[in-house]
């Protein structure tokens, strides 16, 4: 068993369990094999001698939010019959070793005292550890000979942890850079993700796979240079089908915002305050019968599911698709759910090589630019909290979130005819010429 699971840690981690320093930090991208050389090794550890070992994170609501499965995963893989695990805990019934498993957010100057006879601290994704935390836990580990191993995939440049161990390392430091290069185990499908990625955006490759951090501030999804060559194109009579977009919002402050896109060029928005389900459905049939798009993509979380279900009632199942922003990706190894993949594909359509249009409308600018993304912890892209857009912004991204949904799956190349318009026909016009009065939707 022993041989089995030195055989499964790659060299590059052999300091874990063989050298002494105090801080031992490892860090790079995604598939470099650090949660599983870190877990290894400590189990290894533990059978050796009674150790007490704390496994942390900023934040654990859980026991699920911890490396506790992880571990669980490897006994059970390596058939370590000595170690019993509970719900809460992790002990060798031989050695004595306990494995614990805490968030250091929940700890404070009282409660932290218990950890004072730990051997080893695992700190995991430690790039989200803040500098508040770190303060209190570093000089709380003081027993004799007591290590606290880092592993992490940088997010900034300015990560605390990073700054207090990695940045300048002394002679009790251990700083090692892995990636997936590294890792003689790394699944050949991850080796083609990587490729992949390289290949389509070099930026996210050197940040997600070679682990890269990025500069502070840079976690803009898309840059304003993009939407204002955007603004600057113009381009006529598109002839790609016709797709519309539709934020769905119920009174308040947020509004229901119309997009309408064909191929490379986003035509124009209609936005209406305080209307319910039934108005929202009314105006979206008048433009499915007077422009008969290829798809409306309507965002069905919260009230937007009512919409959706008058609208199939009233004979639409064929265009209308229902898109739940917070539901898994299409590409779940890329993206860390629908919002974030749909965000991208809008993202890699303004800085492709064929210029696009966008209307010059600088509340969508300021929208457009307003997400900030980040990875999680499988490395997919991740945008964050709609909330804290619309605490920056004043308001809901409206009207950035219905051209988004146009990207929801891809509609494929019509004719003119089968897209509802004929030979040089303005949708814009159209729409101009046909709106009048409540009374006609």
Known sequence: MTNRMIAKIPKIFAPLMKRKFRYKLYYGG???????????????????????????????????????????????????????????????????????????????????????????????????????????????IRKTGSEIWISMNREEENDPVWLAVGANPDERTLVVKVNYTDNPFCPEEMRYLA??????SPEDYEHIWLGAPVAVGSHKLIAPKLVRQAFETKLENPSSPLIIGLDVARFGDDKSVFCFRRGRVCLFFESYARLDNVEVANRAT???????????????????????DILNDRGFKRVVRAVMFGAKALADDRYHNRRAEMWDELRIWLSGEQKVELPNDEN???????????????????????????????????????????????????????????????????FRANKSTDDKW
């Not at 509970?86 to 002990?91: A, G, H, L, P, R």
């Not at 499915?288 to 309507?298: L, S």
């Not at 980040?374 to 909330?387: A, I, P, V």
């Open 286 to 308: 008048f433009f499915i019968r007077q422009y008969k798009p290829a798809r409306v993509f309507v965002d069905a979380g919260g009230v937007g599911g009512g919409v959706v």
């Open 30 to 140: 995604r598939a470099g094999g650090k949660s599983y050389a870190f877990a290894d090794s400590l189990l290894f550890l533990g059978r050796m001698k009674k150790l007490r070992i704390a496994c942390m994170r900023e934040v654990q609501d859980s026991i699920k939010d911890s490396v506790h499965k992880l571990l669980s995963d490897r006994i059970n893989f390596y058939g370590l019959t000595d170690y019993k695990i509970s719900e809460t805990k992790i002990v060798n019934q031989l050695s004595g070793t306990t494995f614990i498993f805490k968030g250091l957010r929940e700890q404070d100057s009282g409660n932290i005292k218990s950890l004072e006879g730990i051997d080893i601290v695992w700190l995991e994704e430690a790039q989200k550890i803040s500098k508040k935390s770190w303060e209190i836990l570093d000089p709380t």
């Open 195 to 200: 490729q992949k990625c390289q290949k389509e």
């Open 364 to 430: 969508l600018a300021n929208e457009l630019c307003a997400v900030n993304k980040k990875y999680d912890s499988r490395g997919r892209l991740q945008l964050e909290e709609k909330e804290e857009i619309k605490k920056r912004l004043g308001k809901s991204p409206d009207m950035a979130d219905a051209l988004a949904l146009t990207f929801a799956e891809p509609v494929f190349e019509r004719s003119d005819e089968e897209c509802g318009r004929l030979p040089g026909d303005s949708i814009e016009s159209m």
